[in-house]
């Protein structure tokens, strides 16, 4: 008899596990199917998911777009653009909320890079930004034009007409690259540098045209910042700014509309400069991004 009893208890307890289980493996199935569901409604369409990238996505009109609980732009056909700092480390979690009510979240693992560090010991303290008086003044008053070019981010999409290089030659310095002084880190070079081709003299590179990587709204042109020289912001919507600096000539004006391709400016040596060439820093969110990962492989 006691036999018998254990094999009833076993039965049991079995029958019980099973239909214990059966509703939590009808719920897995559920979210599954959920998951399948809802990733269908939007796509990732190009770039990568990196430290110092963009990646750029479409959803369902009407929807909400969160990265690490942050709000991103969504214009009215559901494009939007993700960004990644060049110090970014490990995970995001995006999340869209559905005009209907339906949220889809996915973790997004973003990609390592390797950027260029070069250290400099033992520079004498006055080569290690110093400025006068005079030169701070200056830079303060231009930090704040700065400022006040970005306070208005266009909603806009520009963007979607795609990016190009506002001018061709020999990329002479990369996005990420670092500099370590006496010990101290300096600020990482925000943008890509493109000199004057292989067999072909820096003076004869000043004066080449210097064209709207992408369609845009100029928000700031002036020609004798202290850093930047001849200097031309243009907005592409959804927080994406191209900033192109040390221009010899400036030919736009705030306001102005410029279409992919459309010359704003010449390459120069204006600024702090130490030749001819033209720095084009691309910002995401007011983080810089790597340019060459939006443009075809340069070649000219």
Not at 47 to 75: C, H, M, N
Not at 82 to 93: K, L, P, T, V
Not at 160 to 183: C, E, H, M, T
Request: with cysteine; net charge neutral.
């Amino acid at each position: 008899m006691r036999m018998i009893s254990l094999t009833v208890a076993s039965v049991v307890a079995v029958t019980a596990c099973a239909s214990a289980a059966a509703p939590e493996a009808a719920v897995s199935a559920a979210a599954a199917a959920s998951s399948v569901q809802t990733e269908d409604r939007y796509s990732l369409r190009s770039g990568r998911i990196a430290q110092g990238a963009l990646s750029f996505w479409r959803t369902e009109p009407g929807a909400e777009v969160y990265i690490d609980k942050k709000p991103v732009k969504v214009d009215n056909d559901g494009y939007f653009v993700i960004g990644f700092n060049r110090d970014f480390d490990g995970n995001a979690e995006l999340l869209i909320v559905f005009a209907d009510g339906t949220e889809a979240t996915r973790t997004l693992p973003v990609e390592k890079r390797e950027f260029r560090i070069e250290r400099i010991d033992n520079l004498p303290p006055s080569k290690v930004n110093k400025y006068t008086p005079e030169q701070l003044a200056q830079i303060r008053e231009e930090t704040a034009a700065k400022a006040a070019a970005r306070a208005n981010p266009s909603p806009s999409s520009y963007w979607r007409a795609g990016f190009d290089w506002p001018v061709r030659g020999r990329i002479s310095g990369k996005y990420g690259a670092q500099r370590i002084l006496n010990g101290v880190p300096k600020r990482f070079h925000s943008g890509t540098d493109v000199a004057a081709p292989t067999g072909t003299a820096p003076a004869d590179f000043v004066g080449m045209p210097v064209r709207a990587p992408t369609t845009g709204k100029v928000t700031l042109a002036a020609s004798d910042f202290y850093f930047e020289g001849g200097v031309v912001f243009i907005d592409h919507g959804q927080n994406i700014e191209s900033v192109l600096m040390h221009l010899e000539q400036v030919l736009v004006r705030p306001g102005q509309t410029v279409t992919k391709g459309e010359i704003v400016g010449t390459v120069g040596a204006t600024g702090r400069a130490t030749g001819p060439h033209l720095h084009w820093t691309v910002n995401w969110q007011g983080q810089p991004v790597d340019p060459e990962l939006i443009v075809p492989p340069m070649e000219f």
